[in-house]
């Protein structure tokens, strides 16, 4: 498990993060080798805004993933995650993008799921 979600702006490609995201989170050796419990999602953003000063034309790109995962994991651990998806990402070297990742827990105790 974990559930990747991918906010970026819409000037962005999703198809380029979804496997950049996935790779950086098998890499990480955190979930099962075969990465069927990995989920990874887009959410392009077409009306945003980042800072202060904004220009209509060209407004700063963003790309902010959260990555929830099942509590219980060490610090260190959730560290190295957040660390290998934004360095996965920084090899698309974009100009003038915020790129920003956080690893955020889920309760175990509250979780649900099925599998239909």
Known sequence: ??????????????????????NASMESSL??????????????????????VQSASSPADFIHVTMRILSG??????LM???LVLESLTTLALKGCSTSVEVVDIDRASYSKIIS
């Open 81 to 83: 995650l957040s660390k």
């Open 31 to 52: 979930f099962e080798k075969n990465g069927s419990d990995i989920k990874v999602r887009v959410l392009p953003v077409e009306h945003y805004q980042t800072g202060a």
């Open 1 to 22: 498990m974990p559930h990747c979600i991918i906010e970026h702006s819409s000037s962005i490609e999703s198809n380029t993060l979804i496997p950049l995201v996935f």
């Open 73 to 78: 994991r060490k610090t260190e651990q959730k």
